[in-house]
C-alpha cells in the first residue's frame, strides 16, 4: 500500500465500520501489509494504522479537542506528515500533567459522538460516554491521570491474554486476582471468562502500595538497619504497616474465595502469589499448589530469582512475567527468551527505547542498548505518543510470534 492511500473512503465510512469492531480489527481486514499481527491470523500495513490514527484525532470536523490545539503548534499538518511510528516523534514529548488537569473528554475525537446527526458545529458534539472504558494510573509516581479506551479495545486485549496462554498451551482454570480495581479488572476478568474460568477478583488500589510495601520488605530483611533509619524518618514505619494492613485485608478475601472454589491460574504481584502458597497447603482450600497450572505475574519484583522460586513451589505452573502500565495495558514475555523480554499488542501500543534526555526525546539506541522507556498509545479512542516512563530498558528486536513492534527486557528504574 502506498503511503497515504488509505483502505476507506471518508472518516464517517470509517465510523460507521467501527460501531461494532476496534480500528485494529478492521484495519488487518482490509490492509495487507508486510508486518503479521499473528494474534488476529493476518498481516497490517503499519503505515495505513497510523495514518487512520492521524486522521481520526487531527480531523478539523471531528477531531479530538487537545490534538487540534496541539496542531495549531506545529508547522505542519500531522494527517500528511505522520505515516509511520518512526515520525511520532515529530509530535514531541508527551505532557503529562495535562492528562491530570483537564477533563478526559479532550482526550476523546468528536467522531465518536452521542449526538453526531444532530450537532450543528463542532462544539456541539458530545462524546458518547458508553462506548469508552476508562483507564486510572494508580498515581504511584505522581497525580493520578485517566485515559479514555474505547470498549472494542479492551476485548482486543482480552484476545490478546488468550493468545498468549495459548502461545504456553496453558488450560486455564479459575483465576485467583489480586490488582487494581478498573480497566484493569475488566479485561483480567474478560481474559479468564474467555479461558472457560470464573474470575476470583480481591482489589488492591496501588497508588500507595508501592512504597509501602518497599519499606514493609525494609522491615522483614533489615529490621535493624529498618528501625536505625526510622528515628531521623519516622514516616517509614507509617508506610510499613499501612502496606502491612492493606496487603492483610487482600489475603483474607483471597483466602476466602480459596475455600469455597477451585483455582488454576493467579495473577497478582509475586508477593501474593507466593503468600497463596500457604493458604493453599492449607486443608481449608479447595486447590492445592499442585492445581494451580499458570502464575501471571506483575511488578519489579518479577525477578529470575522469584520466578524459578514460585515454580518451585508451585511444580505443575508455569510462571507467565507481565509489564503492565495504565497506558499500555498487558505487556507479555517472550517464553522463547532466554530472559524476560516484553512485547506488546502491536500496532495499537508499541515501545521506544531512547538516550535519556530527562525531560526531552533523544535518538532511538541500538538493539541491545539500554535507554528510557517511551510508550506510544495509538487507537481510534486514544492518542497518547511519546510518554516517557520512569525506567530503562534494553531495546530488542521484533518476536516473531507477537509480529511487529520491539521488545524491552531487563527493566530498572531511571535512577538506577
Do not use: C
Request: proline share 6%.
Amino acid at each position: 500500500m502506498s503511503v497515504f492511500s488509505r483502505p476507506y473512503e471518508s472518516l464517517e465510512g470509517l465510523r460507521n465500520e467501527l460501531e461494532d469492531r476496534s480500528l485494529l480489527d478492521y484495519m488487518v481486514e482490509n490492509t495487507r501489509g508486510d508486518v503479521e499481527v499473528p494474534y488476529k491470523n493476518n498481516n497490517l500495513d503499519e503505515e495505513a494504522y497510523v495514518q487512520a490514527v492521524m486522521d481520526i484525532h487531527f480531523d478539523e470536523d471531528y477531531g479530538t479537542p487537545y490534538w487540534l490545539e496541539h496542531a495549531n503548534r506545529l508547522d505542519f499538518d500531522p494527517r500528511e506528515e505522520i505515516d509511520s511510528f518512526q515520525d511520532l516523534s515529530k509530535l514531541g514529548v508527551a505532557d503529562e500533567e495535562a492528562l491530570v488537569e483537564r477533563p478526559v473528554e479532550d482526550f476523546m475525537p468528536r467522531l465518536f459522538s452521542r449526538n453526531l446527526e444532530e450537532a450543528d458545529n463542532y462544539s456541539e458534539l458530545v462524546p458518547d460516554s458508553s462506548a469508552y472504558d476508562m483507564s486510572k494510573s494508580s498515581g504511584s509516581t505522581g497525580k493520578k491521570k485517566v485515559m479514555p479506551w474505547r470498549k472494542h479495545l479492551s476485548d482486543e486485549v482480552s484476545d490478546w491474554y488468550n493468545f498468549n496462554f495459548e502461545l504456553r498451551d496453558i488450560d486455564g482454570g479459575n483465576w485467583l486476582i489480586a490488582g487494581p480495581p478498573g480497566l484493569y479488572e475488566k479485561q483480567i476478568r474478560s481474559a479468564a471468562e474467555k479461558r472457560g474460568g470464573f474470575p476470583l477478583f480481591s482489589g488492591i488500589e496501588t497508588r500507595r502500595l508501592k512504597p509501602q510495601l518497599k519499606q514493609l520488605g525494609r522491615l522483614s530483611e533489615e529490621p535493624y538497619s529498618f528501625l536505625k533509619d526510622s528515628v531521623t524518618e519516622p514516616g517509614n514505619i507509617k508506610e510499613a504497616l499501612e502496606g502491612l494492613v492493606r496487603m492483610k485485608y487482600t489475603l483474607r478475601a483471597m483466602e476466602e474465595d480459596l475455600q469455597s472454589e477451585e483455582v488454576g491460574v493467579i495473577a497478582s504481584a509475586p508477593e501474593p502469589v507466593e503468600r497463596v502458597h500457604g493458604m493453599l497447603e492449607s486443608d481449608d482450600a479447595r486447590s492445592t499448589p499442585e492445581d494451580v497450572n499458570a502464575l501471571l505475574m506483575s511488578g519489579m519484583g518479577t525477578t529470575q530469582e522469584t520466578v524459578d522460586r514460585l515454580e518451585q513451589k508451585y511444580p505443575n505452573a508455569e510462571a507467565i512475567p507481565m509489564y503492565a502500565t495504565s497506558f499500555t495495558g498487558a505487556n507479555f514475555d517472550n517464553p522463547k527468551s532466554d530472559d524476560f523480554e516484553y512485547h506488546s499488542i502491536h500496532p495499537f501500543i508499541s515501545f521506544d527505547v531512547v538516550e535519556s534526555e530527562g525531560t526531552g526525546l533523544g535518538d532511538t539506541v541500538d538493539y541491545g542498548e539500554r535507554g528510557q522507556v517511551v510508550l506510544n498509545h495509538l487507537s481510534s479512542g486514544f492518542l497518547w505518543p511519546n510518554q516517557t516512563e520512569r525506567e530503562t530498558a534494553e531495546r530488542r528486536f521484533p518476536a516473531e510470534l507477537f509480529g511487529g513492534g520491539d521488545g524491552i527486557a531487563d527493566i530498572r528504574p531511571l535512577s538506577d
